[in-house]
C-alpha cells in the first residue's frame, strides 16, 4: 500500500490566493482527517469526514477555509482566500474503524507558505 | 474540553541514557495513542494503550498507562540517534476526534 498520498509537498502563494490542498487516503479506510500543525498551536484537527460524510468541521478556522471529499479515494482542502497566518504544514490521515481506537496513518503533509 | 499535557516540553539526551516522556490528563481517558515525528517528517504510530495499568513494550521503548487511566508514560533506553524527534500523546475527544498533546521534542547528543 502506497499509504496516504497528498500533494502539493509545498505550496508558495501570494496572500489572496486560492490554495487546494489534495489527498488520498489509503484504500478501505473509512475516515479521514485534515490536520494543520503550526509551532504555536500544534496539531490542530480542522475536520473530519466518515464514509465521504463531513462529520465535525468545528476545527475550520473560518468560512476561508473549505473541504470536500467527492469519493473514497480523494478530498481537498481549499483556502480562499488565503492569509499570511495559514501558513503551516497541513496533514491528511486516514483510518478504519471506528470511535478512535483506530490509528491515524498521515500523509507527508503539504507545506504552505503564505507571502 | 478534554486536554493532555505533555512534559517535558523539550528532552536533551546523551546517547545511551535513559529518559522519560510523560502525558497526563484531568480526566480519565478510554484509551491513549503515542506517536512519533522525526524532523521535516509526519506522525507516525507507535502504539495505542487501552487498559488500567497497562505495559507495552517495542525494543527500547515501554509505554505505560497509569492505573487511574488519566496518565501515560513512554521510556526509552540507551537513547540513540534514531530516537530523535517528538513524541505525541493523543486522546480521544468525544466521536472520533483525536487531541494531541504539545509534544516533547527530543535531541541526542552524541
Known amino acids: 500500500d502506497a499509504g496516504v498520498i497528498q500533494s502539493p509537498r509545498h505550496e508558495v502563494t501570494e496572500m489572496g490566493q486560492e490554495v487546494t490542498l489534495r489527498c488520498k487516503p489509503i484504500s478501505g479506510h473509512d475516515y479521514l482527517f485534515w490536520y494543520r500543525q503550526t509551532m504555536m498551536r500544534g496539531l490542530e484537527l480542522l475536520i473530519y469526514?466518515?464514509?465521504?460524510?463531513?462529520?465535525?468541521d468545528s476545527g475550520m478556522p473560518e468560512d476561508r477555509f473549505s473541504a470536500k471529499m467527492p469519493n473514497a479515494s480523494f478530498s481537498t482542502l481549499k483556502i480562499q482566500p488565503s492569509e499570511p497566518r495559514d501558513s503551516a504544514v497541513y496533514f491528511c490521515?486516514?483510518?478504519?474503524?471506528?470511535?478512535?481506537?483506530?490509528?491515524?496513518?498521515f500523509g507527508n503533509g503539504t507545506r504552505l507558505t503564505v507571502t | 474540553g478534554q486536554q493532555v499535557m505533555q512534559i517535558p516540553q523539550y528532552q536533551h539526551v546523551q546517547e545511551g541514557e535513559d529518559f522519560t516522556t510523560y502525558c497526563n490528563s484531568s480526566?480519565?481517558?478510554?484509551?491513549i495513542q503515542w506517536y512519533k515525528q522525526r524532523p521535516g517528517g509526519h506522525p507516525v504510530f507507535l502504539i495505542q494503550?487501552?487498559?488500567?495499568?497497562e505495559v507495552k513494550k517495542q525494543k527500547r521503548l515501554t509505554f505505560q498507562f497509569g492505573e487511574a487511566k488519566k496518565n501515560s508514560s513512554l521510556h526509552i533506553t540507551a537513547t540513540q540517534t534514531t530516537d530523535v524527534g517528538t513524541y505525541f500523546c493523543?486522546?480521544?475527544?468525544?466521536?472520533?476526534?483525536?487531541?494531541f498533546g504539545a509534544g516533547t521534542t527530543v535531541t541526542v547528543r552524541a
Open positions: 480526566t480519565t481517558l478510554s484509551n
Open positions: 493523543a486522546v480521544g475527544k468525544g466521536d472520533y476526534k483525536l487531541s
Open positions: 469526514f466518515n464514509n465521504n460524510v463531513p462529520i465535525d
Open positions: 494503550l487501552v487498559k488500567s495499568g
Open positions: 490521515a486516514s483510518s478504519q474503524g471506528t470511535g478512535y481506537s483506530s490509528p491515524l496513518h
